[in-house]
């Protein structure tokens, strides 16, 4: 079975702080793929990235970073210099299967103050 | 290019009521999939379509709870009779066969509340 912990329920930073989301998983799956999504307040959820399990490069978008490690089971979202439109619930999720039947984190709500 | 679109976005019923959530997918998109978020829970993986096939329904929590893809466009949801524990969010997701990033598209949801 596949689980994946949030163990941060709630961060609150001061927009331009950098601050980290953790994400830790569990598989017996040699091969998975591991994503972020946002959930703004409007309600979606908004695909941000996905990892292949196969490659533990990490990777820079803008003001977005992750960093992958399989020794520690663990895909980290950092969002440096941070704004108040970064305000929402920011969900990891694991897939065995490309693309299909995720398993969720419960979630981190990320508040950015002013 | 429209996305995934869910209706109701809120319903509130009395406990024994049914209720059916639509959900559109993005057109081309042959995978369809429901997901829910109970109060205080993880979103859970509820079943997934191909086409008008259910590739896999593990998730559905029990017979109270019917999905349908006729035609294998839009797909309905619905829950009879429902329960107080059924609360929650229902999110909907559609993607391509073969998707090059791997990701779900997910519609806004569904809230239901259960009186």
């Known amino acids: 079975a596949q689980k994946v912990t949030q163990a941060q329920t709630e961060i609150s930073v001061v927009e331009k702080e950098d601050v980290t989301l953790d994400c830790v998983y569990e598989t017996r799956d040699t091969t998975y793929y591991l994503f972020w999504y946002k959930q703004p307040p409007s309600g979606e959820l908004v695909f941000l990235i996905r990892r292949n399990s196969f490659d533990e490069q990490n990777e820079i978008s803008g003001r977005y970073s992750w960093n992958f490690q399989k020794s520690t089971s663990s895909f980290n979202f950092t969002i440096t210099a941070s704004q108040v439109v970064d305000s929402a619930v920011y969900f990891c999720a694991l897939s065995v299967r490309y693309g299909q039947n995720f398993v969720f984190g419960p979630g981190t709500r990320l508040s950015v103050l002013p | 290019e429209a996305g995934v679109t869910q209706f109701p976005s809120h319903s509130v019923i009395e406990k024994g009521q049914t209720v059916t959530l639509r959900c559109d997918p993005i057109?081309?998109?042959?995978?369809l999939y429901w997901y829910r978020r109970v109060m205080g829970k993880e979103i859970k993986f509820l079943l997934h379509?191909?086409?008008?096939?259910?590739?896999?329904e593990s998730g559905m929590p029990n017979n109270r709870f019917l999905a349908e893809r006729t035609g294998g466009t839009y797909s309905t949801l619905k829950v009879q009779p429902a329960e107080l524990e059924d609360s929650g969010v229902y999110f909907c997701?559609?993607?391509?066969?073969?998707?090059?990033?791997?990701?779900?598209?997910f519609g806004e949801g569904s809230r239901l509340t259960v009186l």
């Open positions: 379509f191909v086409k008008e096939s259910k590739q896999d």
């Open positions: 057109s081309g998109h042959d995978n």
């Open positions: 997701a559609s993607s391509q066969e073969v998707s090059r990033r791997g990701e779900l598209f």
